[in-house]
């Protein structure tokens, strides 16, 4: 009997399979260490081993310190993958009678000789091929401050935040931040302090080497170990003279990790990884011993400063290598160590089929499908932000025939208070509010320009077509309101790119990003679109004039060089003399050919419904936070872009998908899913949905902030609109582009309001619906179905008719009663969730 | 709705009724309804205020309106039966109510030349026949409709008039919808009408259309009035050009429709040679006219057109005075002229556009023949620039205006007016209060006095400035000193017989500039702001001439200074009385201002003479920067309310209930006669070691002194400013002591610090007047901690640095 068993018997407590399994996750991973480096990885019993692949497969080694790790996977019949380096043999072929022209030491090749040969690799009766050149075998090219010291430094962590790479550096000594200024590294190693740093006559004893050894007293300890290549590199480099790079220097121009993709048939296992650099002469290298890896999923895999992959627990995650100012990544799945099998169920459509492919490889069983007033509560919230009515319910669950669904999502969509959602939520990425000198009379002007675009079926495309090129009086043209939003082209360009490309480039104003592929030079060329934004007062002490000014330049901060447009990971445009450079980029944005665009319309639609983006955050697409089901990314966006980005029809898509209307309860196998749409999630009503609903279900109005009464609260123009309800509920007030404005999160003083507040109380008395209800000859009974019809949209249980029963004979009056439980309804976690 | 307005405006009326000082009795006039009438027709118009039931005159600024008769309901509102004359111009004209106690605030009557229709809440859709001026309310989000039915070809005009009532910031908003219910137009803002739209087309199909006015703003309430004209009236969008010569007759050219349609009306016009500056002109067409007048320039300049007469082009020279009119027609365009300044001085160049309905957002560029820049400049007030700067004889000068956008079109026209720099003098009445019109009007008490602060401004000119009043009522005397050089303001007392009735009349003011050679004369002029926008912006105001000046009702008690016959010493303080001629039974509170002294000079904001006394005296204090000379002194008495006043007495005195004293609201202000204060020179001097003490301590502390002849023989010496828990007991001291020694005590737990701003305050009487003087100012104190002082062998307290040194240098180091 082990120490386990004893605790579950001496308590009597049986832990789940999901409990048992976090329990015992630290052994399994101290066991997982010591045993796999020990014995050679075996795949799981019953597969067949399909194919054999090295990478990188063509290697070529340019001098005597260039090595090439390799990688070999080999992939079985169900799709997993399992890194077979170690085990596997390689033979390389000699040329005559001369030696191999490289040696293949601990997983890697070494220059031995010029020449070139074919290596192969055998496992379990499958080969694999690699082509080896070696050229200059015995040089010893000068070491590159750029290509080789920096990423030594970077890889040691010294240029971090926390460290040198601070914005006024550590103890007396600045590096920039992850090395995005690596001319400014070198003045500041070799020339800011002279003969402190380097000491050219011995350089073993330069300060930085022996700082970063530890040898004398560093903040930041000991980071680099003599011995290492990082070491080396620095040393041999301060050997040279510390020079600088030269002009023609080669520069690395791009990454790659290999391999892209790996699958583990269970939570257990490594998965070696090799990074390339590819640099500006043609010429490609391993730099796997320079890059820095991350792992943005511990919990499914982790990897260590080797680039070693462990698989933790079921789940995808998304290794990320950096090296200089590129980041590419590596997709690992680990599926679960259950019994799959595919459970056979109809596809409604190409998103349920692009998902369950998903499912099927990550051995992931879909939850069974919501029952019809689940969906009918479902629907009518997410598409038109409002409860069905008791007549809407009495008309579906008496509907018969089978296409019912469908009709129900047909009738919805056509009805108005569709499009005054997504006013609502293009308003908030637009950031309407009553701030930075926007009036109240430019707010209205503002809103009702959105809201009529809308309504009047102006695609999301059209919208930025008119708003990033707007011109004009922000009276006379409502669209230039955006400019009042923010007013520097940085700010603007960094709005921009998270609201309609759904990509953050902050961190690229002051540094290269360090999780994802935007420069400084990405950011500035992005921002000098807003270069030539003229603002000027109106006549109107109310409007701002916007216009195109047709001077002003971006200028990088390194160099005050001036920075011409350049658009986001992609080509610079034609800039035509005098033309708005705005109009250009508007243009592109908003084109058909910049996916971009069409996938964070796409994702912005598709969280909506399912309550987590397949890239989530929803404005937050990176290299490091790729998506979670790429191919239906790629296709909601297609269908995006097909139906002229009219996002009706797409939301017509998601909501008949069986991936929409499957049920909130998890099965066994999706226990821990949150990302691959198994299930439906339980969502809280955002604010304004839930206050209109409470006022729906009371039969209540309410006064609103710039509305007439009886307004609904989706429509309120006024992001800073003052309202208590709306802002303990988690409001948006607009003051970022960032979805994360919108707070659906539960709070002790949203519970403290719905229970003694105003708004559910009071709207009971005013609405009174229950007195109404038993005017007209109601039975207690009667007045209970209708109260659970209104707001939840089912009818009660048994049980809960009993306990009503019961509770409701403690009361004198049956109206207070009745009343009571109208309140506990409208407490009930089961009315303020969408489910 | 709630009415924030009639809530707010009865806040007011309570609160200022309960305080008792800030109406002073005149009447108030928050609202007239409607504010708009007919030419050549008689209508009634409903007055809502305060202090009505006074009003006997209903005094316009410009003929063409009268009051026929006022019919006073309640001291809360009044009617009034008006008349337009059939040759009053059209648009707003400016009147004020006088009464017993005084004129009220400015409001406006805007004339029409339609009969005016109420708007019928109760219709949906109101038919409308012919020209006509509805008449309505908006609150927020309402929406007017009315309907007119229109014959293709047809036009179809509408104006509405909201904020140019001047009653409240209606921003409108029309549509035009056809018979379908289709939107023909809707138009927020017209450049010509501020914030007003207006919109003019040709129907295109024989039918019913709808015209909608709804708010663009938010701010809308029950008492937001909007005058809305509809018919088939000429609205031009724009005229060419924007000005013309006085005494010539010339051609202008109204667009009467939407831009990009060719429908202009020629008409000729002549103004008289005497009207100068921007004028309005009635546009009428067919017999039909339109219901706002045109604005736009009139001056004694040469008139060109910049593309008619080829001024661009060749050798074409201008010589100033000049006027240039163009129009910039394609995006981007700019327009060049050239002209030569024939004298060497100082030019001003004005564009005119922006203020007479052009789109155009002028920048001006000026070269000379070199090709470099003289001058530039974007705005000046308004979008319209004005540059000002010198030229050579016989230099050419070539000027370019462009629109900043870059936009273009027919209604960017321009009119730049080049002409030698022009000085000016006018006067005016400071702003008192910047959130109303409180000040402006002058009221002064039968056999009293009144108080205004007249102010001039002088433009590209120097010296002192005389005043002179024309039209004064009767029995009205002004004492008006000089405005010196320096100065822009200064106190001005009126007079007012004690034989004289309440009477009012708009006053002339002449303010003269003569400097040498020099001499300039200037009227009145005075900004009045009828709506108010956000962060201080204006949205309508109107510009007056004369300044109201009315005699009211006496008020029981007058005010007069004790003549001070001593100066107030610089650094220095001197107490001056003020006494109180009260009626018999009139015993409330005083409060007592100088609403005017001197620079680097002040006293307390206010002095309260309480109830039953009859004097009260006031501080001046002269900073170290104050000058030395002599300066008006003027003082204004307020009366408040009786601490003692009780509505209700107590009962325990078993008197019951007592009467209830005479209300002293609602009574004007009255003032002193104008008199003079000296400033002089200090007589003392003197000063004081720095101190350096311990805590728990006591030292004597010596200030050395030098007086003249002209201080008291007897004064009390005393240390000012010291921090807290340091005492020192006042000393007395003669004239000619050299030196006064203080008895320092710092308690244990004094602060400790240094304390620089230490003062010796010499106090004492000299014909019966309370005088003193400052000596030793920022003498230093340092407060240590017991043992801690450092100090030479002088007893001069040691700086830290200091004290290090001397360690060392005992130290033999």
Known sequence: MNLLQLLFESTGWKPMPQQLARLLCPFAVLLLSTNVSASEPKPATGLKLVSLQVEPSTIELRSARDQQTVVVTATFSDGSTLDVTGPATAKIESTGSSSPVVEYVSESFVPKYDGSTIVTFSYSGLDCKAIIRVRGANDQPPVGFRNEVLPALTRAGCNTGKCHGSASGKDGFRLSLFGYDPSGDQFRLTRELPGRRVLLADPENSLVVLKATGTVPHTGGGRIEEGTQAYESLVQWLHEGAKPDGERSIVPVGIDVYPRKSVFSKPEGQQKLVVMARYSDGTERDVTSLAVFLSNNDAAASVSEAGLVDARGPGAAFILARFDQFTQGASIMVRPDLAFECPQRPVHGEIDRLVDDRLKFMHLAPSELAEDETFLRRVTIDLVGLLPTPEEYRQFMQDASTDKREQLVDRLLDRPEVLDIWVMKWAELLQIRTNNGVSQKALRLYDRWLREAVHSGMTIDKIVQKVLPASGGSLENPATNYYQTETTPQLLAENIAQVFLGTRIQCAQCHNHPFDRWTMDDYYGFASFFSQVGYKQAEDPRELTIYNAAEGEMLHPLGNRRVVPKFLGAEMPNLESGKDYRMLLAEWIASNENTAFSKNVANIVWAHFLGIGIVDPVDDMRVSNPPSNPELLAYLAGRVVENGFEIKKLMREICLSRTYQTSTRRNESNQWDEREFTHQKIRRMRAEVLLDCISQATETTDRLPGLPKGSRAVQVADGLAAHYFLTTFGRSNRSTPCTCEVKTSPTLSQALHLLNGETTGGKIKEGNLVGRLLDSASSSEQVARELYVRCLTRQPTDAELKSIDVKLSDYPNPREGLEDLYWAILNSNEFVFNH | ?813
């Open chain 2, 1 to 813: 709705m709630i009415n924030n307005r009639r809530i707010l405006f009865w806040f007011c009326t309570i609160a200022c009724c309960g305080c008792g000082h800030a109406i002073c009795g005149n009447p108030s006039l928050e609202l007239v309804t409607p504010s708009v009438g007919t030419r050549g027709c008689e209508f009634k118009v409903v007055a809502r205020g305060a202090s009505l039931k006074s009003i006997r005159q209903v005094v316009f600024y410009d003929p063409g309106v009268r009051c026929e008769r006022i019919e006073t309901t309640s001291d809360e509102q009044a009617m009034l039966h008006m008349v337009a004359d059939s040759q009053c111009s059209l648009g707003p004209h400016a009147f004020r109510l006088l009464g017993d106690n005084g004129f009220s605030e400015l409001r406006t009557i805007t004339i029409s030349p339609f009969p005016t229709i109420q708007e019928d809440k109760e219709t949906d859709k109101l038919f409308v026949q012919g020209n006509c001026t509805v008449l309505g309310t908006l609150e927020s989000d309402d929406v007017d409709s009315f309907q007119v039915q229109a014959k293709a070809g047809e036009r179809i005009s509408a104006e509405a008039v909201g904020v140019r009532l001047g009653v409240s910031l209606l921003d409108t908003t029309l549509t035009l919808r056809d018979p379908s219910g289709l939107v023909l137009k809707r138009i927020d803002d017209t450049p010509m009408l501020n914030q007003d739209p207006a919109l003019s087309t040709l129907a295109p199909v024989d039918g019913i259309y709808t015209i909608e006015i709804t708010t663009a703003g938010a701010n809308a309430d029950a008492d937001s009035q909007y005058a809305l004209h509809i018919g088939n009236f000429p609205r031009p969008y724009s005229v060419f050009p924007l000005g013309v010569r006085a005494g010539c007759e010339s051609e202008l050219s109204f667009t009467s429709s939407d831009m990009d349609e060719a429908d202009s009306t020629q008409k000729r016009i002549q103004f008289d040679s005497g009207l100068i500056g921007t004028r309005h002109i009635e546009l009428i067409e067919n017999g039909l006219i339109c219901p706002s007048p045109i604005p736009f320039r009139v001056s004694t300049f040469d008139q060109v057109r910049h593309d008619a007469d080829r001024v661009g082009t060749g050798d074409c020279v201008l010589m100033p005075p000049v006027a240039v009119h163009g129009v910039i027609r394609k995006p981007g365009e700019a327009n060049t002229f050239r002209f030569a300044a024939q004298h060497s001085g100082t030019v001003c160049l004005e564009v005119f556009a922006s203020r007479l309905g052009s789109l155009l957002d002028a920048v001006v560029e000026v070269r000379d023949q070199n090709g470099r820049t003289v001058s530039s400049g974007d705005d000046f007030d308004s979008h319209d620039t004005r540059l000002v700067f010198e030229t050579i004889a016989n230099e050419t000068y070539a000027v370019t205006i462009r629109d900043k956008r870059k936009n273009s079109g027919a209604n960017y026209s321009y009119c730049i007016e080049v002409s030698p720099l022009q000085s000016s003098i006018s006067a005016f009445l400071p702003r008192r209060n910047k959130l109303s019109q409180a000040g402006q009007t002058i009221a002064i008490p039968t056999g009293n006095r009144a108080l205004a602060l007249m102010g001039v401004r002088r433009d590209r000119l120097e010296g002192d400035v005389a005043m002179a009043f024309e039209g004064l009522p009767e029995g009205v005397s002004i004492d008006c000193p000089r405005i010196a050089s320096s100065a822009f303001v200064v106190p001005a007392v009126f007079t007012c017989d004690t034989s004289t009735s309440t009477s009012g009349s708009l006053v002339a003011v002449n303010a003269t500039l003569q400097s040498g050679a020099t001499k300039a004369v200037g009227g009145f002029e005075q900004i009045v702001d009828l709506v108010n926008g956000p962060a201080d912006s204006i949205f309508q105001m109107t510009s007056l001439d004369r300044m109201a000046v009315a005699t009211v009702n006496p008020v029981p008690y007058s005010i007069e200074f004790v003549k001070p016959t001593l100066p107030l010493s610089v650094d220095g303080t001197l107490e001056i009385t003020i006494q109180v001629q009260r009626d018999t039974g009139f015993d409330a509170p005083l409060d007592i201002t100088l609403p005017l002294l001197p620079d680097w000079v002040d006293c307390q904001a206010k002095t309260r003479i309480p109830a039953n006394k009859d004097s009260g005296t006031i501080t001046l204090r002269a900073n170290r920067a104050a000058k030395a000379g002599i300066w008006p002194l003027v003082a204004e008495g307020t009366a408040g309310l009786a601490e003692s006043t009780s509505e209700t007495g107590s009962t325990a005195t078993g008197l019951g209930l007592r009467p209830r004293r005479r209300s002293a609201d609602s009574m004007t202000n009255v003032c002193t006669s104008l008199h003079s204060l000296a400033v002089c020179d200090s007589p003392v001097k003197g000063d004081i070691d720095p101190i350096s003490v311990e805590q728990g301590s006591k030292v004597e502390i010596a200030c050395r002194l030098e007086l003249n002849e002209s201080v008291p023989e007897k004064l009390v010496a005393t240390l000012e400013e010291l921090p807290n828990r340091v005492h020192v007991i006042a000393v007395q001291v003669m004239r000619t002591d050299k030196t006064v020694k203080f008895q320092l005590k710092i308690d244990d737990d004094a602060p400790i610090g240094t304390f620089d701003s230490v003062v010796c305050r010499l106090s004492g009487v000299l014909e019966n007047q309370n005088v003193s003087y400052s000596v030793a100012r920022n003498t230093k104190l340092i407060i240590a901690a017991p043992g801690a002082s450092q100090k030479d062998e002088s007893g001069r307290p040691l700086s830290p640095l200091e004290a290090l040194r001397l360690r060392k240098n005992k130290q033999g180091l």
